[in-house]
Structure formats: C-alpha cells, structure tokens
C-alpha cells in the first residue's frame, strides 16, 4: 500500500541511512593516564523514512531512543555522523546561498516546552516576527504587523496579544503563539518534537485539533514527534517505531493499531489502558531500554523480547516487508511471530 | 467572534512609574529603612560630588584661591589669623577639607564608575563567548580567568597599572594616571562578569528560544546581543553593584599606596593619604572626614548591592 502510494506523491523529506553518534568520551588526558579508549553514544543508528506531501508521519518510542535526536538532525540544529536528509529533493547540507535560507525557512520547529521557547523578554508580536524579519518576509512594518495580527487570529489569540509578554499566558496558549512564530516563516514541512507532552491533557487535545486544522488549511507536513500513542493515533497518517536508535517497525496508522508487526511495539500497545473494555488484560512494559553507549549483541530488543533466539542475539536483522509494514525482527522474518499476543 | 483562550484585559500601557511603584522590589525596598538611608545617602554623595563646582565653597585646587594663612585651621574653630570658618577645617596649605571631599568624592566616584563600566562590558562579552562557542575558545578564556583570580584584585591591579604607567612617555603620565588607573581596576575585575555571564550563558543557550532563533537563522550576534544578553543582565546588574563599592575602594587604596591618582587631582584616598601625615601631630580631622566620607560611601552601596542581590534572588523571598 505504502510502495503504491509514494509512487504517485514524490516524498517531501526523503531520510537515508540516517546515524549520529556523540562523543562521550572522558577528556583526552583522563583517557590517556587511565588508559581507556575512547567511547560514543549511537543516538541515531541507519534510520530510514520517508515523508510525503500533506502527510503526518510520528515517530514514537520511549526516552533515550532517538526521537528528539532525530527531530533536530532534520532541522540542522545538529549534524549526522552519516546518512542523507533530502528535503525536496535538496539537502541543507550541500545548499548555500538563498537555496539554503529558502530550504531553512521551509522545514520549521514546534519545540517541546512552551515556558523554554518563548524568549521571556521578548514581547508576543516580536517573538511571532522574528521569523518575518529573519527571513525578510515582509515589505514594511505594516505588513509585519498585519501578519502577526493575522497569525495570532489563526492560533485562536487576539491581535492585541502582541503587545503582551509570554508569562502573561498558560501552555496551551504560549504553544499556540510558538506554533503561531513557526507558520510567520511560511513553512512547508513543521517538525513538532512533543508538542503537546508538557500540556494538560485538556489542552493537549485542543492543540492537536488546531495543529490539524493548520494543516488542511495551509498544506503542511508533519514529523510529529511523541511518546503518547493515543496522541499519535489521533494525529498520523504512518508511525514509526524507534528502540535505541532504530527503527524497528514503520506501518500505516491503522495497520500499526490493528496489526503491530514488531514484538516491541506489540509490548508497547499491550500497555495502553483498554478504554473499551473488551476484556484485554492490560500488560506492563517490562525491562528498561538499554545503554546506548554498549548496546546489545545482534538485534538490540534481544534481551527484552519474548521471541528472542540465538539469531537474533547474534545477528542484526535487515527491514523487510510484510503487510504494508516495514519490520526489522527476524522473528517476524522467519515467521515466528504465530501468537497474537494481544486479546 | 469571540475568542474563549484569549485574554480580555487590555494591553499593559501603564506609566514607567506606575510599573517601578508597582514592582516587588519598590515594596521590599520601602519596608527596609537601612537600604533606604543607603540609597538616600549614595545619592546624597553622588549629586554633591556631580554638582561640586557649585557647592563647593572653594576651589580647593586653585593656588590662587588658597591662602597658607588659614593652614591647619581645625573644624569649625575660627582661624587664629584671619578669622575664617571652615566646617571640616583645612590642611596644611589652607585647603578647605570639605570643597577638598566633594571634589575628591567626584574623582573616586568617576574612576569607580568609569572601571565598573569597563570590567563589565569585558567581563559580559568575554563571559558570553566563552559561554556560547565553548570548547577551546572557552577553555582560553576561563583558564586565564581562573589564574587571575588566584591574585589578589589589588596585586593585579598594581602589576597593571605599573605595566602600563612604564609604556607611557614622562609627560603624559599626569593626563593619563586616571585613564591607567581606570584600565588597571577594570582589568582586575573583569572575571566576576565573566564567570557569572558564562554560567548564565551556558543555562540560556540550551534553551529553546535560542534553538528556534538558529533555525530561523539568526546570527550568532544578533542571538547573543538580542537573546542572551538581556536575559543573563539580572545577576550582572547585582554584581555591577558590589563592584561599585569595592573599585570605589580599589581606588582608594591605590591612591592610599600613592600608586593613583597624582596630587593635584585628588581622590578620597590621596586626601586619606595626605591627611594620615598629619594624625600624629593631632591635625585629625584631614584625614577624618575624608575617611568617614570614603566609609559612607562604600558602606551605602555596598548595602544597596547586597540588597539588590537577596532581592532579586527568588530563592529568598
């Protein structure tokens, strides 16, 4: 279904081999008298997505796998180790000029925590115009002004809120001016890193209608980054499932709900409380994700996995397909998958 | 339509007044009597040294304007040969102490302000760049930090202001002793800046209105100058404070030492030095008041600085 798709709509974000390792090694002397070698951390390990036109792709995993790593490769706040992230066709990394100011307007961010993302100096309208006069969007201090009314109107905040400051308003309000700033860069593709995990759960679902309704009206892509499958459910079009790094499974919403291919993600739904009480036994996510610095042998949820044998202690398994499902785990490989766990 | 998640009161238009009187910090301040006497006190010497030409009933550094007649005339006893009246007495040459101080006042308090301003303008750019590059640039500038403040300020500041005297030809040495003097207090106070700015730096930069101006692809500059600055003032502005206090003292003790400012512009700590020839031979009062002037003032915005700091600390309130 997938394949099919994305031969008719050509991908917007293209991501290949994608891999970031941090150097988290002592400093040089330290390693030098105690005589250690030199350590690093694999945040990001040959992840591989792609996004298309109008779409919202998520990207869900527990802490420590990768998520907000991958969100700001994408934006360029940090740099891969290896891999390509082709954004129409172009990359931030090999463009200069105005191409790259172009490119860099059209991939914006909604950060995490609205009380850290808002400059508390700054007054709303400067905050919501600063992508205006970085990017040179505007021809007068009119427009920039008529822009900022106007944006604000669109996040549901008055156009006098402008002249207030970022403590003057709850969360919910200070992520609709962020997402307000994100849209004054007149974006294509919004990475959103947890948008709405710092929120009340009132709220949350109040910024998740406004985030979809921006979206029909002004053809955005997401790359909605969380850790709340409930908030995924309602928003993505396609997930992908992250564990230390990789991506184990990537399946269209309905076919990740219905059908979860990997054993990891089948743990991860099995915890999510049954709100319609058919009678499922809610399970608990056993055993912690491990150290990304010495991570396991062969495949990486090994020592976690119910289906776990000698292969996959000893051998990293490739993506294959297997019902619109991308699925790295040879036990779905070798057809060793036969219980359904769930129900 | 109306719109249930905006705010309905109206923009904070109030006056600039109404903000100050408003404020926590006007209310902890009218509740604490010492820290208003401080204030009134600072403010006391500083309009009286700014306005000294006009107060002052002498010019004390006018040789015409002296008569060595009136020399050693104590506080308010009339002169045994001419009669005249001073206040605070005169020194040996018929100087009037009191003209003397607020003159001498002018000059601490200048050099004061003048290498306060100084230190923290270093201090806040080299604190904001070691903070924000990091790595060796960091390194460099907080390793020779580090060392500096492994001295004594007034050592460094000797050490300075020796270095600097030996560079300038003779006859300038007089028109320069206060720019050298201001050189060499700023420079042995930079680090404090530094070192606070770069720890509020390295807070600052991590956060995200500091990621979302990059990915805008705002300059480093324009993040440091227009995001960071303003937000790492608060602790700077307390330190600034102190500072006044110590450099006014710095000054002083240099002066003291006979290593400031030359004789014929006189700061507080030249009149201390004068006057402390004298103490034994029971002229007290030339070097008395300026002493009790010079403890004032240092006291007062010392307190005023300490204030500010537990202020504006929200741990404390």
Known sequence: MSSSNSIHNKPLLDVKNLSCHFDVSKPWLNRVIEGEPQRFLTAVDQVSFSINQGETFALVGESGSGKSTIAKLIVDLIHPSSGEILFDGQSLKNTRGDTFKTLRRRIQMIFQDPFASLNPRWRVGDIIAEPIHAFGLAKSQHDVRRTVEELLDKVGLAGRDRHKYPHEFSGGQRQRIAIARALSAQPDFLVCDEPTSALDVSVQAQILNLMRDLQDEFGLTYLFISHDLSVVKHMADRIGVLYLGSMVENSPSDQLFDQPAHPYTRMLLDAIPDHEMSGRRRKQVTGEIPSPIDPPSGCTFHPRCEFANDTCKEQRPSIHETKGSLVSCWASEEGRLAHQPKG | ?317
């Open chain 2, 1 to 317: 339509m109306t719109n249930p998640t905006s705010l309905s009161t109206p923009p904070a238009d109030a006056s600039i007044w109404r903000r100050i009187l408003d404020s926590d910090l006007f209310y902890d301040f009218s509740r604490r009597p010492i820290i208003i006497l401080s204030a009134l006190l600072t403010l006391v010497i500083i309009l009286a040294a700014a306005f000294a030409p006009w107060i002052a009933p002498h010019t004390p550094f006018d040789p015409s304007s002296l008569n060595l007649m009136d020399g050693f005339t104590p506080p308010m006893e009339p002169n045994a040969f001419t009669g005249n009246v001073y206040w605070m007495g005169t020194d040996s040459q018929g100087r009037d102490i009191f003209s003397a101080i607020l003159y001498g006042a002018r000059i601490s308090l200048l050099v004061g302000f003048a290498a306060v301003a100084f230190a923290a303008i270093l201090g806040i750019t080299l604190g904001l760049i070691a903070g924000y590059k990091g790595g060796l640039v960091d390194t460099i500038i907080m390793r020779i930090a580090d060392v500096q403040l492994s001295f004594p300020a007034i050592l460094v500041a000797l050490l300075i202001f020796g270095i600097t005297k030996s560079l300038i030809p003779n006859e300038m040495q007089e028109q320069a002793a206060i720019y050298v003097l201001i050189l060499s207090i700023g420079l042995s106070d930079w680090v404090q800046y530094a070192r606070t700015v770069r720890s509020s730096t390295l807070a600052e930069k991590n956060k995200e209105y500091v990621q979302a101006a990059r990915l805008f692809g705002v300059s480093s500059f324009r993040i440091l100058a227009r995001h960071i600055l303003p937000n790492v003032m608060g602790p700077v502005l307390v330190i600034g404070t102190i500072g006044l206090a110590l450099a006014i003292i710095l000054e002083s003790t240099l002066s003291f030492l006979g290593v400031g400012v030359p004789a014929t512009q006189p700061s507080l700590g030249t009149l201390i030095r004068v006057g402390n020839e004298f103490l034994f031979s029971g002229e007290w009062w030339i070097t008395l008041f300026p002493g009790i002037t010079l403890l004032i003032l240092a006291l007062s915005v010392n307190l005023l600085g300490d204030w500010l700091r537990d202020a504006l600390n929200p741990r404390l309130r």
